[in-house]
DNA sequence: CTGAAAGCGCTTACAG
DNA sequence: CTGAAAGCGCTTACAG
């Protein structure tokens, strides 16, 4: 596949080890004069060095593999910015898979294409892995790490915020502003991590620290979609007893927007929506939604942060009430 | 790295070059009972092939890069699953470079990660190169394409789609909603790719055609973007001449949608818009926007069954218009 | 400072 | 049907 080391030998009349040493930087085991020589021929052939090789020879590789959900998650990017940055920093490689939209079969095939290769280690982006796939990937000798979503098994690594946390400030924070009949609206209850199931603990403990006794009917789990929103404002719409809602992602808060003007309801003034998430789709929508935005620049940061340096306690990054449109106060 | 076939082979009690052919599927080469006791072993050794090391003898590769932009490309996903989807049939690997968001830096780490490992081939998905860029990308001896830009250049091959037939089915389509002071917004027409350009000679020729002459004002370039659209409405509002406008972007849509609603316009009353793009944007946002919709999955599929094939043609995919709310005719 | 040689994990003619 | 051997592009002790 073009060019190799052995071309260069030969057109500079030097041996392969020669030219390996001087492509390759090993400092003081050669001469100026050689380096630029051998660098000259490098750049005139239009050498690239295949790192595959190397890999091979060294036992050990720069790449970071990011296994990525292909769903709605608009927050994605600024996750992957965030790594890309730190792997730069510590002159790292990064490649992509997608694992497609929580199937089985196509989460085997990304994780396969980044394990038959040698990487230096996997970080899944909020990829709620199958049982089977997990035990995949446990059973490759390859660090990984997930980001944006958290377990209660204590053999899984992970940096993402506190979901209890977030469930308990969103909650609080519409109580200060006057709502007591809350709902938490697409969330996840089912799902091996315990994301969703935190921001629920969160939510029922602010509830309770304020003499709130939390209805069942408040909440309506959902997958994270724009769909899930749409069905559960829907069924709040039947109820007509909540005055406000926490949504599990942008998503879920742009569904339940659009699903109220539909019926005609005001936000924020028949309604409060505070989204979690807080990536520009907050922005972009009329009302613009009020969130609880996490800092997912930084997840990824972090993320690779600890993945290239071998350490292997979990982190939190982050959260804060970014107030825009949605929230009304309510006069009691 | 983990188990090799050198393993198995101690295992066994086979030579490696059996193992290798079982493992690999040599049809033909080995007993079916030897192929049971060796597959038999790699189960129980949890073996994993090293596809570096694969490629590296057979000097082919099965995988294709991906290199997309960070920026809000929010079409890329379609585009990604077309591309899996033909891979998958024919059983190649997909990894996916982020190319940043047009920096000429960030663009050379995405293609040198590429090109520094044996692949079969290169989608590029609208990322605009650098001068230096192209060069580096034309040096190395693979196959590459790009996907949904298009190029004057003839030694540059595209899947995309045709850019001059949306220009005009857009101006068209306003035409015979009874608008004759009709906008165009948020193209880029300094790009390398003509797309800008493209959709702006489309967008005159309909205009022309229908007694129209087109004014330099009614013009609003742009670099797709959110900000742009917001800007271009800005522009136009001075202006109070148009009654209907294209947008560059679904993107671009979507900001002149929320800055003509701050300058108290009704979307359609007021004015019209008719997005270019189509994805899921359009109808998250109130009210929806019309488009021009572009088939971004089977971009993806044309475009790797082009790079599997070893074709060099370029294609065009299917444009359509979707009517949703945000055009309203225009009675004369 | 430089070269010859061994070896990373795999495949594949060649011989049997 | 199976094995010994060479080789893909690189690196690195070892010797000089």
Redo the contacts with the bound molecule.
């Keep these: 596949?073009g060019?190799?080391?052995?071309d260069i030998a030969r057109e500079t009349?030097?041996?392969?080890?020669?030219?390996?040493?001087?492509?390759?930087n090993?400092e003081?085991?050669?001469?100026?004069?050689?380096?630029t020589i051998i660098n000259a021929a490098a750049a005139k052939l239009g050498?690239?060095?295949?790192m595959a090789?190397?890999e091979?020879?060294?036992?050990k590789s720069n790449v970071i593999a990011i296994i990525v959900n292909s769903t709605k998650t608009n927050f994605s990017e600024a996750i992957i910015d965030g790594i890309q940055k730190k792997a730069t920093e510590a002159n790292k490689r990064v490649i992509i898979l997608y694992a497609g939209d929580h199937h089985a079969q196509s989460q085997q095939r990304a994780l396969t294409t980044a394990l038959e290769r040698p990487i230096m280690g996997i970080l899944l982006l909020s990829v709620d892995l199958f049982a089977e796939n997990l035990k995949l990937l446990k059973s490759a000798r390859v660090p990984f790490r997930f980001i944006s979503i958290s377990f209660k098994d204590p053999t899984l690594n992970y940096v993402a915020s506190d979901d209890y946390q977030i469930g308990y400030e969103a909650t609080k924070y519409l109580i200060e502003m006057g709502h007591r009949c809350i709902g938490l609206a697409g969330i996840d209850l089912e799902s091996g991590a315990h994301t969703g199931k935190q921001r629920l603990a969160g939510y029922q403990r602010a509830l309770l620290e304020n003499g709130i006794i939390p209805q069942k009917s408040w909440i309506q789990p959902g997958n994270y979609s724009y769909t899930a929103g749409e069905q559960a404002m829907l069924n709040y719409h039947q109820q007509k007893k909540v005055t406000a809602i926490i949504t599990g992602s942008d998503l879920v808060g742009v569904g339940l927007l659009n699903q109220a003007a539909k019926l005609n309801l005001n936000v924020p003034n028949d309604l409060s929506i505070i989204a979690i998430d807080g990536t520009y789709l907050c922005k972009i929508v009329q009302p613009q939604l009020t969130s609880v935005t996490q800092d997912f620049y930084q997840m990824g940061y972090l993320g690779a942060a600890y993945l290239i340096n071998g350490q292997y306690q979990n982190a939190f990054t982050d959260i804060e009430i970014t107030e825009r449109q949605s929230v009304k106060k309510r006069s009691l």
């Design positions: 596949m060019i190799t080391i052995k009349g030097f041996s392969v080890a020669t030219v390996s040493r001087v492509l390759s090993k003081g085991f050669f001469s100026q004069k050689t380096a050498y690239k060095k295949n090789a190397t091979l020879v060294t036992q």
